[in-house]
């Protein structure tokens, strides 16, 4: 059974920190594309930021690429997404996924596996 874990949401206010994590079991590692989309409410879900671990190839959305990075722990069979100089529009839902060799980039069709949201809230 596929299992996506994701975890490290919570509270935080305006120009604070978290880091959420993704812990994959009952797939390949190296063979998808691990990533994080958000959904906001009333918005379309979007990729926030995806890593393929077999070669460190990564794809974020460009607005966010100076706050966010991904990062990987392959031993752990973790997918990681620090988030910084959080602001209220990160606010939403963050979900994890899993694609098929490559990232879907920021088209959430035809991604293989979700894990269950973790809620980010951003405060001003």
Do not use: H
């Amino acid at each position: 059974e596929v299992q996506l874990q994701a975890s490290g949401g919570g509270s935080v206010q305006a120009g604070g920190s978290l880091r959420l994590s993704c812990a994959v079991s009952g797939l390949a590692f190296d063979a998808y594309g691990i990533g994080w989309f958000r959904q906001a409410p009333g918005k379309e879900r979007e990729g926030v930021s995806c890593i393929t671990p077999s070669d460190g190839n990564t794809y974020s959305l460009t607005s966010l690429k100076d706050r966010f990075t991904i990062s990987t722990d392959a031993a752990k069979n973790t997918v990681y997404l620090q988030m910084n100089s959080l602001k209220p529009e990160d606010t939403a839902v963050y979900y994890c996924s899993a694609n098929y060799i490559y990232c879907t980039g920021r088209d959430s069709n035809g991604v293989d596996y979700w894990g269950k949201g973790t809620l980010v809230t951003v405060s001003s």
